[in-house]
């Protein structure tokens, strides 16, 4: 299972962050509503799997749900998607090695966010909403508990949980790309997100999923929504572009570069 070594997936990551910012915008809507409805499967499959195992089987269901959960990024990346947590490490980090431009990057997180809640929205109604499939039974109860237990916190809670949650994300986005073959690719994008859904961390496209579905099924609202994606989207971005992107950007890039100017003096 071939690997690349940090020093070379920085290079792999800007190249990546560069070719998402200046993807025309047809196809930048296409694949960020195809990952939004991929994450937004992952968490239908969890509810779906976890919700008749209750009582004593509580523990394990978290376990088995964080197990299957990642089916979402591992969809996105090996299928062809653009979500925006990745998106939140990757183009900055093309940022900060200045490939693009700052309008490129907020171009690209804007409309990753809404082609991704659009995605999100979809499975949302349609599956959970129109097929049934969160709104019944135990189905039921788990997505409301999940949605309102969103909600529980205070905004810097909400916000410091979506840096914990993308900092495991984008360390998931960034395996991947270290890997060369679909196995090692699978295996690095399954740890790191397991890991942060068995915490129970924030994500801001999960979250596009299971909160619109309390709605369609009437115990939540659209204030309540955004009271969630404000600081959970800040979270996220600080966790992908600063938590990964710079600290990697500072002790990797700026090493490296460093380093091949002292072999350049010395010769």
């Not at 964080?66 to 093309?94: Q, R, W, Y």
């Not at 966010?113 to 659009?118: D, H, M, Q, R, V």
Request: with cysteine.
């Amino acid at each position: 299972m071939a690997s690349y070594k940090p020093e070379e997936i920085i290079d792999i990551t800007i190249n990546h962050g560069v070719k998402k910012a200046n993807y025309p915008f047809l196809k930048s809507l296409i694949l960020g509503f195809q990952a939004g409805a991929f994450i937004a499967l992952g968490y239908l499959l969890y509810i779906r799997v976890t919700a008749p195992l209750s009582g004593e089987l509580e523990g394990l269901s978290t376990i088995i749900g964080a197990s299957l959960f990642p089916i979402g990024l591992i969809l996105t990346l090996m299928a062809g998607g653009e979500l925006l947590t990745g998106n939140m490490m990757a183009v900055p980090l093309a940022r900060y090695a200045k490939k693009i431009k700052t309008v490129a990057l907020i171009r690209n997180l804007a409309i990753i966010t809404l082609s991704n809640f659009i995605g999100a929205l979809f499975v949302a109604y349609f599956f959970g909403h129109i097929v049934g499939l969160t709104e019944s039974g135990v189905y039921l109860e788990k997505m409301i508990h999940i949605a309102e237990h969103k909600l529980d916190g205070s905004f810097i809670q909400a916000f410091v949980s979506g840096i914990g949650c993308n900092w495991l994300v984008a360390l998931a986005v960034w395996l991947c790309y270290g890997s060369n073959t679909p196995s090692g690719k699978i295996l690095g994008i399954w740890f790191p997100t397991m890991t942060f859904v068995a915490i129970g961390f924030q994500h801001v496209v999960a979250n596009m999923f299971v909160i619109p579905a309390a709605i369609f099924a009437g115990y939540l609202n659209w204030l309540d929504y955004i009271s969630n994606f404000t600081p959970v989207f800040l979270g996220n971005l600080v966790g992908g572009s600063i938590f990964v992107a710079m600290l990697y950007w500072l002790s990797l890039h700026h090493q490296q570069r460093s380093g091949e100017k002292q072999s350049l003096k010395a010769s």
